[in-house]
């Protein structure tokens, strides 16, 4: 999956002439805490909510509320911005992109295109919607099941096999790379059927060790 099926496609952006109290505003209203900074629709920086915190007078000001306020309000998006701004393109794929946020211990990537003109913005939010979809957490008619497979080839397609034999319908499989303590891998899966009970019986009765399962409310 590409990240321009997942990022936020209508982004809050600002120009760099906008004022530092319109800035607040904007990521407070919006609760919010980046603000890409464009010109002419293409990419020129980006700010963060700690880059407003550290534009803020500092506690200890001499300064009185009237002069602190005139002072912030002259600041502009284009004095405090990031200008190298770490971004993606709309066809990066969504583990790239993952991995680009954990690498730069960042909170965003803005989506550009290659002449640089922003289309989007991809936030722990989105990633965090994606990984909620992708293992069916919000599917409440599913039976969570986490199984230990050895770690040999073939072992997790005979245990999809087996729930499909015993009438199951698969939703989502996740399966962690790296064995556990044990040796042994963890296969979660979610999937529908008639008889949820009995069908994970059935897997036991295979020979399949389940380590956890997750029936649909009322079961």
Known sequence: MYVEQIMTRQVIQVSEDTHLPRLAALMRDHRIRHLPVVREGHLVGLITSHDLERAA????????VGEAH???????AARIMRREV??????????????????????????????????????????????LDI????????????????????????????????????????????PDQTGLRIAVVRYRAAHPRALNQYLRDQGY???????????
């Not at 005139?70 to 502009?76: D, P």
């Not at 730069?104 to 919607?129: A, Y």
């Open 70 to 76: 005139y002072l912030l309000g002259q600041i502009t």
């Open 57 to 64: 007078p500092s506690p200890a000001t001499t300064l009185s």
């Open 135 to 178: 293992t069916g957490c919000l599917m409440e008619d599913t039976t969570r099941i986490a199984v230990h497979l050895p770690d040999t080839t073939g072992q997790l397609g005979r245990l999809l096999a087996a729930i499909n034999t015993a009438g199951g319908y698969i939703a989502t499989v996740v399966s962690p790379l790296h």
């Open 86 to 131: 770490v971004s993606c393109a709309p066809e990066t794929l969504v583990e790239e992109a993952a991995r680009l946020l954990r690498q730069k211990h960042i909170g965003c990537l803005p989506v550009v295109t290659p002449q640089g003109t922003l289309v989007g913005i991809l936030t722990h939010e989105d990633l965090l919607d994606f990984f």
């Open 209 to 219: 060790e389940l380590l956890t399962e997750t029936l649909p409310p009322g079961v």
